[in-house]
C-alpha cells in the first residue's frame, strides 16, 4: 500500500546519529525527498560528529542547533590509557583480563573486521567472549546482549552500532582497542561501565599515530588522562605526543597489525 505524506507537518529524527551508523540514511533521505518542503524538521543526536553536522545542513533549512549539555565521563569512572603498536593491542587485552575478577567486560574496536578478530583471538585463549556487529541480524544481536546481561557471556566485543544500546549495570571495564575518532564518542563508550553508582574502569589503546585524536578528547572532557606504562613483556610502545597532528599517513607500518578493516 501507499502513504499519504501530503499533509505532513512535521518530521522528527530521533537518535540520528545511530541511524547513520546502521546505514539507515539512504532510507530516510529517499523518505524526505518526497516530503512537503514546507515541513518543520526536529533532528536529535547523542553526538554531533561531522557526518551528522553534515546531514543537517541536507535536511534541514535555516536550521538552528541547541546543545542541552556537554557530556563528560562520570567522576567514578577511572579512566587510563596505554600507547601501543597495533600487534601489542590483542596481546595487552589479555593481560588486563586474565586472571582478574571481571564481571563484565566490554571491547570497543572501530571495524566490525576487527571485532571479528580480536573475538577469535581473545577464544583462543579460551577467554569467553562473543563479538556483536552489523552483520548480525536484530535477533542475533538481542540473543548476544542478554547472553551478556545474564553474565553467560563475561566479555563482549563491539562496534560503536551498539554502544549507546547497551544498558548494563555490572560492566566493570571498557576497553577502547582504537581511539574514538570523535570525542564524544569516546565519553558514550566509556560511559558503560560506573553504572548505578558503582565504580568503573576505562582503558583507551592509542596506536602512535592515533595520539592527535586522543590530544582531541582531552580537551574535550578538559582532563589528562593517565598514561599507564606497558608490562615489561610486551616491550615499549610508542611515545605519546602532546598537541600532535593529524599524520598524511600512518608512520606505523612495521608495527601495523591486521585489525583494521571496512567500516560498519
Same mark, same amino acid.
Do not use: C, W
Given at each position: 500500500?501507499?502513504? *499519504?505524506?501530503?499533509?505532513?507537518?512535521?518530521?522528527?529524527?530521533?537518535?540520528?546519529?545511530?541511524?547513520?551508523?546502521?546505514?539507515?540514511?539512504? *532510507?530516510?533521505?529517499?523518505?524526505?525527498?518526497?516530503? +512537503?518542503?514546507?515541513?518543520?524538521?526536529?533532528?536529535?543526536?547523542?553526538?554531533?560528529?561531522?557526518?551528522?553536522?553534515?546531514?543537517?545542513?541536507?535536511?534541514?533549512?535555516?536550521?538552528?542547533?541547541?546543545?542541552?549539555?556537554?557530556?563528560?565521563?562520570?567522576?567514578?569512572?577511572?579512566?587510563?590509557?596505554?600507547? &601501543?603498536?597495533? +600487534?601489542?593491542?590483542?596481546?595487552?587485552?589479555?593481560?588486563?583480563?586474565?586472571?582478574?575478577?571481571?564481571?563484565?567486560?566490554?571491547?570497543?574496536?572501530?571495524?566490525?573486521?576487527?571485532?571479528?578478530?580480536?573475538?577469535?583471538?581473545?577464544?583462543?585463549?579460551?577467554?569467553?567472549?562473543?563479538?556483536?556487529?552489523?552483520?548480525? &541480524?536484530?535477533?542475533?544481536?538481542?540473543?548476544?546482549?542478554?547472553?551478556?546481561?545474564?553474565?553467560?557471556?563475561?566479555?563482549?566485543?563491539?562496534?560503536?552500532?551498539?554502544?549507546?544500546?547497551?544498558?548494563?549495570?555490572?560492566?566493570?571495564?571498557?576497553?577502547?582497542? +582504537?581511539?574514538?575518532?570523535?570525542?564524544?564518542?569516546?565519553?558514550?563508550?566509556?560511559?558503560?561501565?560506573?553504572?548505578?553508582?558503582?565504580?568503573?574502569?576505562?582503558?583507551?589503546?592509542?596506536?602512535?599515530?592515533?595520539?592527535?585524536?586522543? +590530544?582531541?578528547?582531552?580537551?574535550?572532557?578538559?582532563?589528562?588522562?593517565?598514561?599507564?606504562?606497558?608490562?615489561?613483556?610486551?616491550?615499549?610502545?610508542?611515545?605519546?605526543?602532546?598537541?600532535?597532528?593529524?599524520?598524511?599517513?600512518?608512520?606505523?607500518?612495521?608495527?601495523?597489525?591486521?585489525?583494521?578493516?571496512?567500516?560498519?
Amino acid at each position: 500500500g501507499y502513504v *499519504d505524506f501530503s499533509g505532513l507537518q512535521f518530521l522528527i529524527l530521533d537518535e540520528a546519529d545511530r541511524m547513520l551508523d546502521m546505514g539507515f540514511m539512504p *532510507d530516510i533521505q529517499r523518505i524526505i525527498a518526497t516530503l +512537503n518542503k514546507d515541513r518543520q524538521t526536529l533532528m536529535f543526536s547523542a553526538t554531533m560528529p561531522s557526518s551528522i553536522r553534515s546531514l543537517a545542513k541536507e535536511i534541514l533549512r535555516s536550521h538552528k542547533e541547541i546543545n542541552l549539555a556537554v557530556s563528560k565521563p562520570a567522576a567514578n569512572v577511572l579512566q587510563a590509557a596505554y600507547m &601501543t603498536y597495533e +600487534n601489542q593491542k590483542v596481546k595487552l587485552i589479555q593481560k588486563l583480563i586474565e586472571g582478574r575478577d571481571l564481571p563484565l567486560v566490554l571491547i570497543f574496536s572501530a571495524t566490525k573486521k576487527g571485532v571479528k578478530e580480536i573475538e577469535q583471538h581473545l577464544k583462543k585463549q579460551k577467554l569467553n567472549a562473543k563479538a556483536i556487529h552489523s552483520d548480525l &541480524t536484530q535477533d542475533e544481536r538481542g540473543e548476544v546482549l542478554r547472553a551478556f546481561k545474564s553474565r553467560a557471556i563475561q566479555i563482549l566485543v563491539a562496534t560503536d552500532i551498539v554502544s549507546r544500546g547497551i544498558d548494563i549495570d555490572d560492566i566493570s571495564l571498557v576497553i577502547n582497542y +582504537n581511539v574514538p575518532g570523535d570525542a564524544e564518542d569516546y565519553v558514550h563508550r566509556v560511559g558503560r561501565t560506573a553504572r548505578a553508582e558503582k565504580t568503573g574502569v576505562a582503558i583507551t589503546l592509542i596506536s602512535e599515530d592515533e595520539s592527535y585524536k586522543f +590530544n582531541r578528547i582531552e580537551q574535550f572532557i578538559g582532563d589528562t588522562i593517565r598514561k599507564l606504562p606497558l608490562p615489561q613483556e610486551l616491550g615499549e610502545g610508542p611515545e605519546y605526543k602532546l598537541n600532535a597532528r593529524k599524520p598524511r599517513f600512518s608512520r606505523d607500518k612495521s608495527h601495523r597489525g591486521s585489525y583494521r578493516g571496512k567500516r560498519k
